[in-house]
């Protein structure tokens, strides 16, 4: 069965980086679609950033020019690299993948695979 494993989570300060890693197994990696999620506490789970199989990337608003998501195809990583980092990025990050073929990327009924999360505090 699909499995996503995260790390990388931590407690930082603001303005630190951090870099988030998702590990697959048991999937055609190539062929997915990777997305981080982000569910702050009391608040609905958010899109933060996808990596299409075909290489388009696309970013939720308030990230855009401080996170950027990579994948390493031959190794069935995908990693969220976070600068900048601010007191409202606190909250678990979930690594999802979602099929070629679905078009949807912004929500998480698009997707079909989470891992179990990874913490990151942003301390002020």
């Known amino acids: 069965q699909v499995q996503l494993v995260e790390s990388g989570g931590g407690l930082v300060q603001a303005g630190d980086s951090l870099r988030l890693s998702c590990s697959a197994s048991?999937?055609?990696?190539?062929?997915?679609?990777m997305g981080w999620f982000r569910q702050a506490p009391g608040e609905e789970r958010e899109f933060v950033a996808t990596?299409?199989?075909?290489?388009?990337?696309y970013y939720a608003d308030s990230v855009k020019g401080r996170f950027t998501i990579s994948r390493d195809n031959a190794s069935n990583m995908v990693y969220l690299q976070m600068n900048s980092l601010k007191p409202e990025d606190t909250a678990v990050y979930y690594c999802?993948?979602?099929?070629?073929?679905?078009?949807?990327?912004?929500?998480?009924?698009?997707?079909?695979?989470w891992g179990q999360g990874t913490h990151v505090t942003v301390s002020s």
């Open positions: 048991a999937l055609i990696f190539s062929y997915y679609n």
């Open positions: 999802a993948s979602s099929p070629q073929y679905r078009l949807g990327y912004m929500n998480t009924v698009s997707y079909d695979h």
């Open positions: 990596f299409r199989w075909n290489g388009v990337t």
